[in-house]
């Protein structure tokens, strides 16, 4: 028995809102869905759990419309579909009636139920949210019943206003499988019979890594899981290292090289590391123009030596301006910057490195 | 702290050369290029060491300048100083890949060290750039008397707010908010798109709102149009129940009444052979006209049905109409949770929008950060000024007078630190001074400042040809001053001329001739 376990696919939602990338991505979600549901044509199987969260916020009608339509382009698989926290039964929900068609079991009340697959030995216990958070620990005493055949639970939740539980107890309560969903990371726990298949798509920056869903199989009481990647794109994380000699140039034909090495596709954050020449100022909005580069963060510090600085200076503004940071233990990221910032200003605008630069400059020439 | 005697192994022009100096007044005599500046140099980077800039700084600083073209190996020498009765013995080494530093107190036999601080002791914790500032009196280099102003003045400033007479604090000050500003304009057009972004979503969700207020509106109108059609509807429905209900009775009468004609003329038929037993026309014309009227009247019962059917039909329309309104109605109010769902999601994509909008930015962070160097920046200055001031004042006021012969009696500072000097009897700018008295004053301002920033730690005073611009009076004056000083004094010129004065004036000084 094959299955396909989706999660938190978000769709409506607009990752990177505000930029260019807005409307391309608000898209893709929706690309992405479709594509998984088609290559179930291809590659059929008999259950498709989708565990809460399928749509960002509440579903329209015709959102609804084009989601059944989906299901019913795949009539022998039977389609379990629950309501996360994010599109929560609301009183006037469209989800409360609407007519889905014959494969397709909602679980339309926030009491667990149990439903039976058709013809299948499957039986799936779960339920909705009828609300935006839930404290309660509903999962902890779920059991599965007696029958003979599969007894899955589909769940959602796992932080502390959403449904927390132990995936130990979970894991051992009996179920065959428990398909989890609302922790975006895909996660397999130990013993692989409870899982999350993360969000379809990576909704925003803190999403980096792979992004798709989980398919399985059941035989003879075994669950096998692995993990597919699906997601257009994913964010990438992207830190070059800086030293002293390192230039704007050098920067950007290294992460030209990475965008080439890693997709064009993909969404780079890259953060720059490491001890820069106290007197280089690297230009961020340039790296931005190589391909989706979506952030630069400069996190160099200027090699200065402080303590031997500190030492030469004291006495004067210099030293006592070092000291004054130096005294506070563990400097925030404000004060850190703080000190660099004034005393590239001081040493810079130094009269005698100022002369010691026009000489250069006059034997240059 | 006094310098005993150097002994330079090899740095810069000057190799195997030993100097011993007196603990009061040295000339160091020499021609132009001889190695007095060397000499200085030599005797700072033994007391500080010398360190080799990294990256490109590398190029044309002093460890570069200084580093012998012969036996790089030999680059260092040994510095003997006293302090407090000790006496110690500094050797220092700079050559790449073999550089090493000793410190020996030769009174007591230990070798200290140099990494422990025990060298930053015996300088009395003066800095290599209070050193520079202060003990170590260079040449001035302006040409110009108004060059030589602007000269005395950015000292004035710098050394008042940062304790360093190179530092540019208004240069630093600038370049931090030009970067600031850079940072600010970036945040107002990240602010700019968001509030676009926001306006747009804002703009969605009131269309949204209106068009509910116009289903509503419809919702409204449309009610009062559907009960007004149901009370119709219904009345209609009513007459044409009524209506078939009386056409069906008519019909009935109507049957009947066919029947009872025909009947009737049955009867006749009967009872007229009875009556009148021979045939006679009367008895088949009464029978006829009997079964005629009998079926005419059947027949036209008949043409009541057809009305009845008509009825019926005009009820069927009727309830299809009825659905349509019903229909519609259903409608609307789909259309309307429709909406209100868009509504409702709209406002929490408002609210999300929100709340990321509130993270600071990296350009908010980045301004943060320059304010609060700023803020400390301006915080240290402060405590300079306070710190040294009006002591600074004072004390250059005490030294000019006395070199001038009590011709110049005070130096006042006002607010932005412009010098003004008292005379015997009136106040007067620098610009109207001779080049001579700003010399003097420079000289007061280096001595004052020096004595101030290294408290109560006795350095030595190092000029380096200072008094080129001096005439013979003004020159005896300073030399008797620096004489009554408690502390060595390390002269170095190209003129014969302070050992002259010096030998005339009768006061002891030890003379070295370089070259």
Redesign the interface.
Known sequence: MKFIHLADVHL?A?PE??SALGEVREGEIWKTFRRVIESIHDDPVDLLFIAGDLFH??????ELREVNYLFSTIPSTMVFLMAGNHDYL?K???YRDYPWAENVIFFDEEEMSCAKAGDLDVYVYSHSYERKEIPERLYDRVRPGNEPGLHILMAHGGDQSHIPFDYRTLSTSGFDYVALGHIHKPQIFPGGRAAYPGSLEPLDRNEDGSHGYLKGTFENGEVKLSFFPAACRSYVNVSLNVK??TTQFDLEDRLKELILEKGKNNLYLVSLKGRR?P?TVFLPERLMELGNVIEV?DDTRP?FQLG?LE???????????IA??REKENLT???????Y??LT??L?????S?K?AN??LR?DQ | MLVRRLQIQNFGKISDEELTLSPGLNVIYGENESGKTTIHTFIRCMLYGLQRSRGRGARGDDFTKYEPWENPGEYGGILWISKEDHDYRLTRSFARERSMEELFCETTGEILDIDEGDLEELLGGISETVYENTVSVAQLKSVTGKELIQELQNYMISYQGTGDASMDLNRAMQMLKMTRKGYMTAEEKRKKALEAERNKLESSFNYTYREIEELNQKQKTMGEKHAEGKTAAEAERKQYEKRILSLKQTIKMLRYAALGTAGFALLLAVLLPVVLPSFSWLWILAVLAGGISAGGIFLFSGSYGEEISRVQKSLVMLKKREDKLEWNAESISERMIEKRTVLDNLRQEIQAFDEASLEPSQAQKETEAINLAIEIMEHLTGDFRVGIGDRLRQRMSEILSEITDGKYEEVLISPDFQIRINTENRIVSLESLSRGTLEQIYFALRMAAGELLCGDEVFPVILDDVFGMYDEDRLAAALHWLYKEPRQVIISTCSKREAEILKREGIPFKEILLG
């Open positions: 409506g607009v809102r505000g916020r509440q579903p329209l009608l015709k609301k006037n929900s469209f002293e000699d020449s007197d963060r090699a031997e030492r030469r200076y004291s006495g004067t503004l210099v030293g006592s301006y004054a940071f990221e404000v004060e850190e910057k703080a000190l910032y004034g200003a001081l810079e605008t130094n009269n005698v100022q010691i000489t250069k034997k």
